[in-house]
């Protein structure tokens, strides 16, 4: 199912076959006619589901002799990029929003040894600078505008139909750059043409309200969120979102920034499930369409977590009162149990 020649080496951390997790206490607080399942990809190699196309993008890179590839970055790709470069003896540059990606991201990238260039600009003008690049010099540009890339990233929806044994209802994802849903719905509809399942999920988009350009039908100028991921004005696969979205019968919503937070954290609440801000975004999605009326009936809906909460530590304590500390003995200790 992908375009691998025989004789190519594959780079690879092993990623994928992440779990399939059944979420029934989410779903008893969204809507109770719903069977939701969370494909949890923050437990890829890197924490997030960038590996699923690097490995390819990489392994591709390498096999057509290059010896370096870049990427333009809100943070994920540059640390699977730098990860995947770092095992196939390749180096790996990547420009990043300065100030604006999570700390554990940066951490990563730096510490795989890539080359990091912050620039004084957003991911949008950061990814014009790296295709005008990668068009004039050699070196391999590994952002979703590789096809490489979206190829390995379906496979996630082919894992999904596995594990279910059917298609489901509806996938719910985040969408940024848009490259992601572009890559499920090729995967759905590839797995279905194969006579691997029957029906086609309807595709439910979920950008951030201070970055949603597909929404308002516009590029934004200047994107903010507090899910930096996803904090991009001019998707590159805008068009084949859109396709998406109208092939399947779906939609491509906003939500806010303090729906993204309510929905992160219960996330991790009421199923122990740390995701990065970014991957709360369709969870908020999902509340905000369930208040609506939006699902008529049971439903299987399925929902891409992105990213591991460990990637952006700082948010995650933001959003909790900072515990106290309490002198070292069992009186104090006990007066502050709530038994
Ligand atoms: N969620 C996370 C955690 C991401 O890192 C990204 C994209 C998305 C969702 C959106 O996916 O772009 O395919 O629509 N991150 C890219 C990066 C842009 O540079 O890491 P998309």
Known sequence: MLPAPGDMPIITLNEGDTPLIEASR??????????????????????????????????????????????????????????YAARGEMRCYVLIPGGKIALGKLAQALIYGAKVIPIDGNFDEALCLVREISENHPIALVNSINPYRLQGQKTAAFEIVDALGRAPDYHALPVGNAGNITAYWMGFQQYAASGRCAGLPKMLGFQ????????????????????????????????????????????????????????????????????????????????????????????????????????????????????????????????????
């Open 208 to 339: 951030a309200a201070g970055a949603a350009p597909i929404v308002d039908g516009a590029p934004v100028a200047n994107p903010e969120t507090i899910a930096t991921a996803i904090r991009i004005g001019n998707p590159a696969s805008w068009k084949s979102a859109l396709k998406a979205r109208d092939e399947s019968g779906g939609l491509i919503d906003k939500v806010t920034d303090a729906e993204i937070l309510a929905a992160y954290r219960m996330l991790a609440s009421l199923e122990g499930i740390f995701a990065e801000p970014a991957s709360a975004a369709p969870v908020a999605g999902l509340l905000k369409l369930a208040k609506r009326g939006y699902f008529q009936r049971e439903a299987v809906v399925t929902v891409t977590l992105t990213g591991h909460g460990l990637k952006d530590p700082q948010t995650a304590v933001d959003q909790v009162p900072e515990p106290q500390m309490v002198p070292a003995r069992r009186d104090a200790i006990l007066r502050i149990l709530d038994l």
């Open 26 to 83: 989410l779903a008893q607080a969204i809507d109770p006619k719903l069977k939701i399942f969370l494909k949890f990809e923050g437990l890829n190699p890197t924490g997030s589901f960038k590996d699923r196309g690097m490995t390819l993008a990489v392994s591709r890179a390498r096999y057509e002799g290059m010896h370096s590839v870049i990427c333009a970055s809100t943070g994920n790709t540059s640390a699977s990029a730098a990860a």
